[in-house]
């Protein structure tokens, strides 16, 4: 599976839009392009996920560069309970039996 | 808004016994993953169920790793026995598991913190 980039970690104030990178610039065409999110004590939870083309969800706006390596989670108002990490994963159609590969991902903090 | 059931919730154990969790997923969920998360990285998958297979488990100390999933339902992970290196959040998820594994969601339970003194 392809490898994705991220930073360690973030700070974002409240209310503000908060852009979170990932850069995998070894992508292949049919790998999809996963967020998810893991709050403090709590499993990982499910944000968004894109091919080509942007995708809004109620939680959150895929951004997906039209090389396709790279891509930005976009959460347009930041409140104190996005403070999390947020993982970037590459998912292959067709591959890998559906395992989610994690990184280290992004911690964002949300400053009141 | 169904769930993923694990327990429990913490467990603190002496090395060289032995522990279990349980894991109840989403009713219907043919797929079924237990991963270990060490303090400051991300999951790693130790297996992966499809009913009551086991599709991949190639991560899975099988020394002292167990894990079955008898009904295709509910799974059960056990440590005999527990090291200290164990210590770690062990998380269950499911998923429906459609389209080669690329677009479905896995949803995570709340997972089992596991020290080991």
């Known amino acids: 599976d392809a490898k994705t980039t991220q930073p360690n970690s973030m700070e974002s104030n409240e209310e503000e839009p908060v852009h979170l990178p990932c850069n995998h610039s070894?992508?292949?065409?049919?790998?999809?392009i996963h967020w998810y999110r893991q709050l403090p004590s709590q499993g990982p939870e499910y944000v968004i996920h894109?091919?080509?083309s942007n995708v809004n969800n109620r939680m959150a706006s895929l951004a997906i560069a039209e090389d396709r390596k790279s891509s930005t989670l976009i959460l347009h108002r930041a409140t104190l309970r996005d403070a999390a990490v947020y993982y970037c994963?590459?998912?292959?159609?067709?591959?890998?039996?559906?395992?989610?590969?994690f990184g280290k991902g992004t911690k964002l903090s949300v400053k009141p | 808004e169904a769930e993923v059931a694990q327990s429990p919730r913490y467990k603190i154990t002496e090395k060289s016994q032995a522990v279990a969790f349980w894991c109840d997923p989403i009713?219907?969920?043919?797929?079924l993953y237990w991963y270990r998360q060490i303090l400051g990285q991300g999951p790693e998958l130790l297996v992966q169920?499809?009913?009551?297979?086991?599709?991949?488990d190639s991560q899975l100390p099988k020394d002292r790793f167990s894990a079955e999933r008898l009904k295709g339902v509910d799974s059960t992970l056990k440590i005999q026995p527990a090291e200290l290196g164990d210590s770690a959040m062990y998380l269950c998820?499911?998923?429906?598991?459609?389209?080669?594994?690329?677009?479905?969601?896995?949803?995570f339970g709340p997972g089992t913190r596991l020290t080991v003194l």
């Open positions: 998820a499911s998923s429906s598991l459609t389209s080669g594994g690329a677009t479905d969601t896995q949803y």
């Open positions: 070894t992508i292949s065409g049919t790998d999809y």
């Open positions: 894109g091919l080509t």
């Open positions: 994963i590459l998912r292959r159609y067709g591959g890998s039996q559906g395992n989610l590969i």
């Open positions: 009713s219907g969920h043919a797929t």
């Open positions: 169920f499809q009913d009551e297979s086991v599709v991949d």
